[in-house]
């Protein structure tokens, strides 16, 4: 595709389910992100992919959130245990090159997940 | 902790006027970049700066970095309605992959 794409665009789900978000970044790209945005604020980081290096984890709020990135392309971003506190928009992102200065982050439209 | 604040959060203003969004931050970055983002949509890069002191411009926006790579600001001259939305700056510290994203400022700009 010609852009990010994310799925599913919105998700409702109980507390204490398990909910998987997908991210197919754009063809080529080497670096994905993860963010979190609660309603109207900034972005905050969650994880990064960087190649075939081991990913930056650091921004994980806690260990019910795990993320993959299958062959270099598709990432899925889970989060175990759904908390109401989990509430946001998931948003990611993909580069060309990655850990570079002039790096062009290239966002999709997000996940809205909503925890009853 | 928040590494990156913007000022002011909520700015709406008549279309014609002038305004400017600030980036601040006590923490040094390599580069620090601008985003606008519409509801329902991600954050699309309006620009990067790398250097201290730097001043760019787009069309009727200026973006300048600080002297010290701490701080930056956003001034939108004439103002229309289509410049509305979430404006974020993002920092990218001198080591790590991270980019550190401000708390935003939300612009509405009234026809």
């Known amino acids: 595709g010609a852009g990010v794409s994310q799925s599913p665009s919105n998700k409702v789900t109980e507390k204490g389910k398990d909910v998987e978000l997908r991210c197919d970044p754009i063809?080529?790209?080497?670096?994905l992100y993860w963010y979190r945005q609660s309603l109207g604020q900034g972005l905050e980081f969650l994880i990064y992919f960087q190649g075939n290096s081991a990913p930056d984890k650091s921004g994980l709020p806690s260990d019910r959130f795990s993320a993959e990135r299958t062959g270099g392309s598709v990432s899925t971003l889970t989060i175990q245990r759904t908390q109401q506190e989990d509430s946001a928009v998931y948003l990611c992102?993909?580069?060309?090159?990655?850990?570079?200065?002039?790096?062009?982050?290239?966002f999709g439209p997000g996940t809205r997940l909503t925890v009853l | 902790t928040q590494l990156l604040e913007q000022s002011p959060q909520f700015l709406s203003i008549q279309e014609g006027e002038n305004l400017t969004v600030y980036c601040n931050s006590s923490s040094v970055f390599s580069s620090l970049q601008w985003y606008r983002q519409e509801p329902g949509e991600g954050p699309v890069l309006l620009v990067t700066v790398v250097t201290g002191g730097e001043v760019k411009k787009l069309k009727r926006l200026t973006f300048q970095f600080g002297d010290a790579r701490k701080d930056s600001s956003l001034h939108i001259t004439a103002a229309q309605p289509g410049d509305t939305g979430l404006y974020l700056c993002?920092?990218?510290?001198?080591?790590?992959?991270?980019?550190?994203f401000g708390t935003g400022t939300s612009l509405t700009v009234i026809p």
């Open positions: 992102a993909s580069s060309i090159v990655g850990a570079g200065n002039t790096d062009t982050q290239y």
């Open positions: 063809s080529g790209h080497t670096a």
């Open positions: 993002a920092g990218q510290p001198i080591t790590g992959n991270q980019f550190y």
